[in-house]
Nanobody, 115 residues
Framework: QVRLVESGGGLVQPGGSLRLSCVAS????????RGWYRQAPGKERELVAT???????NYADSVKGRFTMSRDNAKNTVYLQMNSLKPEDTAIYYC?????????WGQGTQVTVSS
């Protein structure tokens, strides 16, 4: 059974940094897309960053220049490095991995940016 487990969230002051990790237990065959999403209270879940075929990354305009997504295939892990955090980044962050057959989601990790 495949599970995705996010970690690294927490409380940080504006301007601070956090590094989120998402570890996939079990092998996911035929991955097409890896992504990070977030959902703030009262808002729709939004795409934050993706790694598409070939390793290219895409970012939401709101996080460009501040967030960096990466992966370590040998460790079945994806990362989201978040710098220069703002209060509006406060949300639950979810890891998503899509393969040929379905999407896999983690349970999320809370990121709170507040002074």
């Amino acid at each position: 059974q495949v599970r995705l487990v996010e970690s690294g969230g927490g409380l940080v002051q504006p301007g601070g940094s956090l590094r989120l990790s998402c570890v996939a237990s079990g092998s996911i065959v035929g991955v097409t897309t890896r992504g990070w999403y977030r959902q703030a209270p009262g808002k729709e879940r939004e795409l934050v960053a993706t790694i598409i075929s070939g390793g290219s990354t895409n970012y939401a305009d709101s996080v460009k220049g501040r967030f960096t997504m990466s992966r370590d295939n040998a460790k079945n892990t994806v990362y989201l490095q978040m710098n220069s955090l703002k209060p509006e980044d406060t949300a639950i962050y979810y890891c998503n991995i899509q393969n040929t057959y379905r999407s896999y989601w983690g349970q999320g990790t809370q990121v709170t940016v507040s002074s």
